[in-house]
C-alpha cells in the first residue's frame, strides 16, 4: 500500500477533500482510500476495478463524507481499459448499508480505475455518468464520480438537473 499511495503522495493519515461548487466539501477517508489501493492499475495487467460509494449528508451543510465503497464482484466485467458493474449485487450493498445504518448511509456515486496517472473520464464515463444523472432514483441532486488514476484520484459531480458534470479541486 505504501508504494501506491506513496505514487499519489499520500500518507496513510491523509483524508482526501474536495471542494464542491456549492460551497460544501466531500470528504474520501483515509480507511476508504486504503481499501481502494489494491485496484490501482500500477501493474499492466491489473484490469480496472471499481464500485459504488456509500456515505453521508451531513446535516445543516452542504458536506459530504464517503464511508465505505463496494468492491469489483462476481458478474461485473473488467478489462484493463473497462468496468462494467452487474446491478444486482452492487444494489444489494447499497440495501444493506441503507439498512444497517438506520437509513443515513446512502448511495453517493461510482468509482473506478483507469491505468493513467491523471485520469479523465473517457467517452464511455461520460454517456455512463449522464444517464445515472437521468436514470438513477436517488434523494440527492447531485451524484459523484471517482477515477482512481496510478498517480492521482480525481473526483466529479454531476448535477441532476443541468446535468452538468464539474471536475472538483482538490483541498
Known sequence: MKNALSAMNLKLC???????????????????IASIHGYIQNDRHKPEGGGVMLGR?????????????????????ATRTTFFRKKRAHQ???DRAWEASNHTCTYLGEWHTHPEPHPS????????????????????DSLFFLIVGTSEM??????????????LKLL
Not at 451543510?61 to 462476481?74: E, H, L, R, T
Open 14 to 32: 491523509d483524508n482526501l477533500v474536495y471542494a464542491r461548487p456549492n460551497g460544501g466539501r466531500i470528504k474520501l477517508p483515509v480507511e476508504v
Open 57 to 77: 449528508y451531513i446535516i445543516d451543510s452542504q458536506d459530504v463524507v464517503i464511508d465505505k465503497i463496494s468492491f469489483p464482484m462476481p458478474g461485473d466485467r
Open 92 to 94: 444489494q450493498v447499497i
Open 121 to 140: 473520464p473517457s467517452s464511455i464515463d461520460d454517456t455512463n455518468w449522464k444517464r445515472k444523472l437521468k436514470n438513477d432514483i436517488v434523494d440527492s
Open 154 to 167: 480525481r473526483m466529479w459531480e454531476g448535477h441532476r438537473r443541468s446535468r452538468t458534470i464539474t471536475m
